[in-house]
């Protein structure tokens, strides 16, 4: 079965310190893997994908997240945090249906 | 280009009444998907159309849910009766998927509080 699992459900980092947040999957075929973003009172956003390729993918806002198909990860990483930056995060993989993560909730403290 | 947009943002009924969600997906993408976040939990799938037929509803908890896309443009979800555990955050989303693009763009959800 497709699962999605994200070790860390609070994380508290200092603003312009870096970011990496973790996400390992289980997938039957090769997997199509997305990064979203909540902030609050918004919707989901799209930061990045993984379709095929390069294993390292450049998403929106600073961030890029690298494929790691032996670890089954694709870890969200980001070399800077800005305050704005405060959100939940999720994982998702899927070609179609999406399986999500339990969630990140990133704080940036000043 | 607009988003999707989900109509109302929130809902607070009482047990037993009847709600009915909207989404109008973003124009020209066939593909719509239901999702459900309940408090605490992971955000699970509920359903998929394409275009008006219904593709996989295997995510649907019992049968007070009901999905409909008429047309094959707009969705609604209607939860007849409701009960408590229904309450948490419905997302819409739409995608194209064509030439393997699966990218789906979400709307901002509607949260259902249920009393």
């Known amino acids: 079965a497709q699962s999605v699992t994200q070790p860390d459900i609070h994380i508290t980092v200092s603003e312009g310190a870096s970011l990496e947040l973790r996400c390992n999957y289980s997938?039957?075929?090769?997997?199509?893997l997305f990064w979203y973003v909540q902030s609050p009172g918004q919707g989901l956003q799209l930061l990045l994908k993984y379709f095929s390729g390069d294993t390292l993918v450049q998403g929106i806002k600073g961030f890029e997240a690298e494929f790691k198909r032996s670890q089954s990860s694709f870890n969200l990483r980001k070399p800077s945090v800005h305050w704005s930056d405060a959100a939940e995060y999720f994982c998702a993989v899927g070609a179609g249906k999406l399986v999500f993560g339990a969630g990140t909730i990133l704080r940036v403290k000043s | 280009e607009a988003g999707v947009t989900q109509f109302p943002s929130h809902s607070v009924i009482e047990k037993g009444q009847t709600v009915t969600l909207r989404c109008d997906p973003i124009?020209?993408?066939?593909?719509l998907y239901w999702y459900r976040r309940v408090m605490g939990k992971e955000i699970k799938f509920l359903l998929h159309f394409v275009k008006e037929s219904k593709q996989d509803e295997s995510g649907m908890p019992n049968n007070r849910f009901l999905a409909e896309r008429t047309g094959g443009t707009y969705s609604t979800l209607k939860v007849q009766p409701a009960e408590l555990e229904d309450s948490g955050v419905y997302f819409c989303?739409?995608?194209?998927?064509?030439?393997?693009?699966?990218?789906?763009?979400f709307g901002p959800g509607t949260r259902l509080t249920v009393t």
């Open positions: 989303a739409s995608s194209q998927e064509s030439q393997g693009s699966y990218e789906q763009y």
């Open positions: 124009s020209g993408h066939d593909n």
């Open positions: 997938y039957g075929a090769t997997p199509y």
